[in-house]
């Protein structure tokens, strides 16, 4: 399975960004994508993570009611809408797919990660 991030950048605070995962490879939906992200000196934390099928979503507490997480499925493509962007919301984003469906939603249990894209939101 392999996957691709883009959609990162540089946006004010309160701002919106969406970022986008192209997912490949044989069996990719039988893979729960989910979205990480690691700021300088902290560790890589979970964020969100959604199901192809079923429409399944999970999300870390202190994203909740801001960011949104759904598939086009049509396009093996899962997006990460960010709304009401803070500075504490700046780090390198990745997504990442899990055939135990995020049940632990622990870095280390991801099967495949794609590239990360940077996001940066000014004060």
């Known amino acids: 399975v392999q996957l691709q991030a883009s959609g990162g950048g540089l946006v004010e605070a309160g701002g919106s960004l969406t970022l986008s995962c192209v997912v490949s490879?044989?069996?990719?939906?039988?893979?729960?994508i989910g979205w990480f992200r690691q700021a300088p000196g902290s560790e890589r934390e979970f964020v969100a993570a959604?199901?192809?099928?079923?429409?399944?979503?999970g999300y870390a507490e202190n994203v909740k009611g801001r960011f949104t997480i759904f598939t086009e499925n049509a396009k093996h493509t899962v997006y990460l809408q960010m709304m009401y962007l803070k500075p504490e919301d700046s780090a390198v984003y990745s997504c990442?797919?899990?055939?135990?469906?995020?049940?632990?939603?622990?870095?280390?249990?991801?099967?495949?990660w794609g590239k990360g894209t940077q996001v940066t939101v000014s004060s």
């Open positions: 959604v199901t192809w099928f079923g429409d399944t979503k």
């Open positions: 990442a797919a899990d055939i135990k469906q995020f049940r632990t939603r622990r870095p280390g249990d991801m099967d495949y």
């Open positions: 490879g044989p069996s990719f939906s039988n893979y729960a």
